[in-house]
Nanobody
Framework: EVSCRRLGGGLVQTGGSLRLSCAAS????????MGWFRQAPGKEREFVAS????????YYAESVKGRFTISRERASTKVDLQMNSLKPEDTAVYYC?????????????????WGQGTLVTVSS
């Protein structure tokens, strides 16, 4: 019910940009917050960004603030993550998720549906 895709190549150089797009079924996401998480090799999954159902409220991890932008249109079933000024430490599998609530959250347990993940590799 949640599918993610990468717009552009999965391997980018440091300082480059990449856009991720996620689409969820209308039944599961039109009134729900959505978020992005990532998991680097050998590390736990971590929060990246979230957005409310209306698109009016966003929240970012400190590590990506100012570089990444999450966006969606009001009650849309699609959410994008624009990633700029990429760093090698951004290398991870990125997951899109649908929140149980109208607002996004940094807590993985607040999300009920998860996408399959897409790999982003940033070379130094």
């Amino acid at each position: 019910e949640v599918s993610c895709r990468r717009l552009g190549g999965g391997l980018v150089q440091t300082g480059g940009s990449l856009r991720l797009s996620c689409a969820a079924s209308k039944r599961t996401s039109s009134n729900n917050g959505m978020g992005w998480f990532r998991q680097a090799p050998g590390k736990e999954r971590e929060f990246v960004a979230s957005i409310s159902w209306s698109g009016g409220d966003t929240y970012y991890a400190e590590s990506v603030k100012g570089r990444f932008t999450i966006s969606r249109e009001r009650a849309s079933t699609k959410v994008d993550l624009q990633m700029n000024s990429l760093k090698p430490e951004d290398t991870a599998v990125y997951y899109c998720a649908v929140s149980r609530y109208a607002y996004g959250s940094s807590q993985a347990g607040h999300y009920q549906y998860w996408g399959q993940g897409t790999l982003v590799t940033v070379s130094s």
